[in-house]
């Protein structure tokens, strides 16, 4: 055999990038920073930034186009739902329409992470604001954070397809949503793309014995959780919850106000959320087969529920990426991860191609900061990556080492902490002359976790002893948060809850 390639290093010139959300929106900050590009241009189909957290409102319980069961990853380019624009209104001026796209907000959705934790680097939260936020405050922070690049950002735009040109650039083809009829495919090159469209677009809801003729004889009773928007919609009915993770847990809560009780919860193990148990909660294993007779269901353990009026996957979402099809080898297959990456962001065979927080159960906006950091630095050439056969060897081992499908990019408390820190060393061992260190180990951090800094670009996020305790306490905070009531709204710090960093270091010290 001959010698492997060289570590690759790259000097991109012009960077595309899918999405505004807080992701791209990050993205594009960092790579701005670098003042290493020509040209950064953010492409977002919507009419604002915010991404998954634009809320929008709909009528109906369940899409009539929602599928059931829903197992396939290799979905179209997003529908839009037209409405009216508020800004005409408010100026008196003509009513403009404008596209907005389904996301799984619901009405009533508090974040389940401490604002302090959550935020980013450089931007404070409003002192009013309550200490696990709701989502309109989340929305106005992301535009605050949003108001020094909207230059970047072509609105009302959707990426139709990305794909690799002889010369090793990408061709992006994209087009206006418009109400009018269809407007012109424009098509433009770049050197590199970074998509950060996000992953809860296309929601997963398992095929189970006797599911699809129970669906075609009741109709709209099984839904997604990406549908969901208060727990007035299932008012009086006898409603089974699938699935204990975040939404499932939050929604359950919820939705136990208003329905028939007790309210049945399905699920396959103990969730990492603190749930409150309750006589008005039945829990129950996996649903093995819907049963037409008596509109009811049997579960693992042979029990049987008769009567059901609404069953709510809360089982989350495939990645999928259909603006990149022609991508071989491809990126997705069953849709529980996302393939050939190398540290979950670059696409190994073409590296110029990056992914921003696909990772889950994690802090996203300071994960986004710190992969966004390493993108801008990688792309701007002031650091290398490993040849391809070496960020092969990362993928397979750690798919040996923390599982794949599903669990690949799970980062459970202290790996998603670690993981941030990582980046951090690896994002500022660059220095300004375009020489960097070595790339990262393969599940360790480089430069032995020192805290370093850069003079170019922007310095990302670098967890300490504190975020550390915080993030491993965040379920059981959010809890004693909940326990308040209407009362958690005045709450603005963790101290009001009982949590008090520096009285628990004293106490280890003492």
């Not at 370093?452 to 306490?473: F, H, Q, V």
Request: aromatic fraction near 12%.
């Amino acid at each position: 055999m001959g010698s492997l390639p060289e570590a690759r290093r790259f000097g991109v010139r012009s960077v595309c990038i899918i999405g505004a959300g807080p992701s791209g929106l990050v993205a594009a900050k960092y790579l701005r920073a670098e003042q290493a590009f020509s040209r950064i241009q953010v492409y977002e189909q919507r009419a604002t930034v915010g991404g998954v957290w634009n809320y929008v409102p709909h009528a109906s319980q369940t899409p009539y186009d929602s599928a059931v069961p829903q197992t396939n990853p290799f979905a179209g380019a997003d529908k839009p739902i037209w409405r009216q624009n508020s800004v005409g209104k408010v100026f008196d001026e003509d009513t403009q329409e404008e596209a907005a796209f389904m996301s799984p907000l619901y009405d009533r959705l508090e974040t389940n992470i401490p604002r302090g934790l959550m935020g980013f680097s450089d931007l404070d939260w409003p002192t009013d604001s309550q200490l696990f936020p709701e989502h309109e405050t989340v929305m106005q922070y992301i535009e605050d954070y949003a108001k020094d690049i909207r230059d970047m950002i072509s609105f009302q735009t959707q990426v139709l397809d990305v794909r690799l040109t002889k010369e090793e650039r990408w061709s992006v083809k994209t087009l206006k949503v418009s109400q009018r009829g269809p407007s012109e495919v424009l098509e433009e090159t770049y050197d590199a793309v970074v998509v950060a469209n996000g992953h809860f677009n296309i929601p997963y809801i398992p095929e189970v014995a006797g599911m699809k003729e129970w669906n075609e004889a009741y109709p709209g009773r099984i839904t997604h959780s990406k549908f969901y928007r208060k727990p007035e919609q299932y008012s009086g009915q006898k409603t089974i919850i699938v699935g204990n993770s975040a939404s499932g847990v939050d929604i359950g809560a919820q939705i136990q106000t208003t329905c028939k009780l007790p309210m049945i919860v399905s699920s396959r193990s103990e969730s990492f959320l603190p749930d409150m148990q309750s006589a008005t909660k039945l829990d129950r294993p996996p649903i093995a087969q819907y049963m037409v007779k008596d509109r009811s269901v049997r579960f693992d353990n042979g029990s049987i529920e008769a009567d059901i009026d609404a069953v709510l996957y809360c089982t989350g979402y495939f990645y999928s990426f259909p603006f990149l099809s022609s991508l071989q080898p491809a990126l997705v297959s069953t849709g529980e991860q996302v393939e050939h990456l190398y540290q979950h962001i670059f696409y190994q065979p073409h590296p110029t191609l990056a992914f921003p927080v696909l990772n889950q159960k994690v802090i996203p906006f300071p994960l986004a900061e710190a992969q966004s950091a390493v993108i801008a630095r990688v792309f701007s050439g002031r650091l290398s990556l490993p040849n391809e056969h070496e960020m092969r060897t990362w993928e397979l081992e750690w798919a040996r080492q923390n599982g794949d499908g599903r669990m690949f990019h799970v980062l459970k408390f202290p790996k998603d902490a670690d993981y941030i820190d990582m980046l951090h060393d690896w994002a500022a061992s660059a220095d300004d002359s375009g020489t960097d260190s070595q790339s990262p180990q393969i599940n360790g951090p480089v430069n032995g976790g020192k805290h370093l800094s850069s003079k170019r670009g922007k310095t990302p996020p670098y967890w300490s002893a504190k975020e550390y305790w915080i993030r491993e306490r965040f379920p059981a905070m959010k809890k004693a948060f909940q326990e308040l009531g209407e009362g958690r709204h005045a709450i603005r710090t963790l101290e009001e809850i009982g949590f008090d960093y520096d009285s628990w270091k004293a106490r280890q010290n003492s």
